[in-house]
T-cell receptor, first 113, second 110 residues
Framework: EAQVTQNPRYLITVTGKKLTVTCSQNMNHEYMSWYRQDPGLGLRQIYY???????DKGDVPEGYKVSRKEKRNFPLILESPSPNQTSLYFC????????????FGPGTRLTVL | RKEVEQDPGPFNVPEGATVAFNCTYS??????FFWYRQDCRKEPKLLMS???SGNEDGRFTAQLNRASQYISLLIRDSKLSDSATYLC???????????FGAGTRLFVKA
């Protein structure tokens, strides 16, 4: 089944404790993105990647890191999480850029205390 | 000013009604446009792409007006299952970024 998977789905952590949210897609897609969704603000793009080893900042990259060592995986790293990073996070992938459909993972609900 | 703006609603309509959502975008270099649907904090899913000539998919019609930087979505004969949040999405090839509107909530009642 074609899908985007994220882990964990739910996470409660404390300020400053490094964490990684994994994202994997099995569709051989080139383009991958991370978004965060907050009430009233909609989805905001954190980072995106157009291919292996090619990543760039979205609109809200501060406090986040990403890597794209393999085409299928695009982990999101929070080196020192803070409470303002409490949010719902979505990973997405698409075959290419522009007109291609983005397929989203099920989301990761992160709470930073 | 937000790059992509939508009326947040909520829109409360009876079954069978026709409802229209609007979306404006600020960057004239925008390349491609979409409507996504999101159910209650689940993952967004593509509803339809929006082409310059306008396009229709069953009860859904999307329009794009590049001169006015305006996108619309029309839903005819609303069903209870249409209740969701509708997200206007714009892709910029200049920066390869995807910008989402905050969404418009629709409630269809029996």
């Amino acid at each position: 089944e074609a899908q985007v998977t994220q882990n964990p789905r739910y996470l409660i952590t404390v300020t400053g404790k490094k964490l990684t949210v994994t994202c994997s897609q099995n569709m051989n897609h080139e383009y991958m993105s991370w978004y965060r969704q907050d009430p009233g603000l909609g989805l905001r793009q954190i980072y995106y990647s157009m291919n292996v080893e090619v990543t760039d900042k979205g609109d809200v990259p501060e406090g986040y890191k990403v890597s794209r060592k393999e085409k299928r995986n695009f982990p999101l790293i929070l080196e020192s999480p803070s409470p303002n990073q409490t949010s719902l996070y979505f990973c997405a992938s698409s075959l290419g850029i522009g007109w291609d459909t983005q397929y989203f993972g099920p989301g990761t609900r992160l709470t930073v205390l | 000013r937000k790059e992509v703006e939508q009326d947040p609603g909520p829109f409360n309509v009876p079954e069978g009604a026709t409802v229209a959502f609007n979306c404006t975008y600020s960057n004239s270099a925008s390349q491609s446009f979409f409507w996504y649907r999101q159910d209650c904090r689940k993952e967004p899913k593509l509803l339809m792409s929006v082409y310059s000539s306008g396009n229709e998919d069953g009860r859904f019609t999307a329009q794009l007006n590049r001169a006015s930087q305006y996108i619309s979505l029309l839903i005819r004969d609303s069903k209870l299952s249409d209740s969701a949040t509708y997200l206007c999405v714009v892709f910029y090839t200049g920066g390869f970024k995807t910008i989402f509107g905050a969404g418009t909530r629709l409630f269809v009642k029996a």
